[in-house]
């Protein structure tokens, strides 16, 4: 039986949250972002539950600070070329200080791999106009996700450059007939491609249900009431459409 994801956080709350982390970046004049960053993602993984199970994340402000200094540094040094390396480094803080039911992630890839795949990926969408994209798309896709680990496990990745080429144009042309009506439900179809083709240990573990009209009424009321507050709404919105989407995922990820 697959458990539920959850979502427990409040607009109230997150907007407290947002507004402290916001005025102190600015007042520091941007050195407080690392620490404002951690606290935001730990915000979201204390209050996101899996079958009743939160999460956890240990990462400090303090580390990520060290962590960006010194990879920006690295990435001015060499002109960008070093930013795989430094990708891999974020991702490996992010996975290694987030936990599930007492267990960390971890991730393994190394920043070499990632540099050949990223440039072989960009030749191929340059040489071929941009058409390439989504078959690339899934290709940095799987490499993030096969080396991503928990509880001594890998998770996988099975999404095909031609499937998700396919739903792309697809969603893509009725969101511009309809005027970008469409596009909760378009938003809906992809989600649910990349969460239904997501393994664990080579087996299948989330499906997504969310409905488009749903998806369309959230979105409508956020929008509306974001124009109206002059953006104050946003958090209350993202609360509320991160929320269903939750609730619309489950897994047996636990087992």
């Not at 990879?71 to 803080?93: D, E, H, N, S």
């Not at 080396?147 to 999404?159: L, M, N, P, Q």
């Amino acid at each position: 039986m697959k458990d539920r994801l959850a979502f427990t956080g409040t607009g109230g709350q997150l907007f407290s949250l947002i507004l402290g982390q916001t005025l102190l970046s600015i007042i520091t004049l941007g050195i407080y972002i690392p620490w404002a960053t951690v606290k935001i993602t730990k915000y979201f993984a204390e209050h996101t539950e899996v079958g009743g199970k939160a999460a956890s994340f240990s990462g400090t402000g303090g580390a990520f600070f060290s962590l960006c200094l010194i990879q920006t540094l690295l990435i001015c040094i060499t002109l960008g070329i070093y930013t795989p390396w430094a990708m891999v480094k974020f991702r490996k803080f992010f996975s290694e200080n987030l936990s599930l039911d007492g267990a960390a992630f971890g991730f393994e890839g190394q920043g070499g791999e990632l540099f050949s795949l990223l440039l072989g990926q960009y030749l191929l969408v340059l040489i071929t106009l941009g058409i390439y994209a989504p078959w690339a798309t899934m290709r940095i896709m799987r490499y993030w996700c096969e080396y991503t680990t928990w509880k001594g496990a890998s998770f996988g990745f099975e999404g095909k450059g031609g499937e998700y080429f396919s739903l792309l144009l697809v969603q893509c042309l009725l969101s511009i007939i309809t005027l970008g009506i469409y596009l909760p439900w378009a938003i809906v179809k992809i989600y649910a491609f990349f969460a239904e083709n997501t393994r664990y240990a080579g087996k299948p573990v989330v499906s997504f249900e969310a409905e488009g009209g749903k998806t369309f009424s959230i979105s409508l009321k956020g929008v509306l009431l974001c124009a109206i507050t002059l953006g104050i709404f946003y958090p209350w919105f993202l609360v509320e459409l991160t929320g269903y989407f939750m609730e619309s995922t489950s897994t047996d990820l636990l087992g």
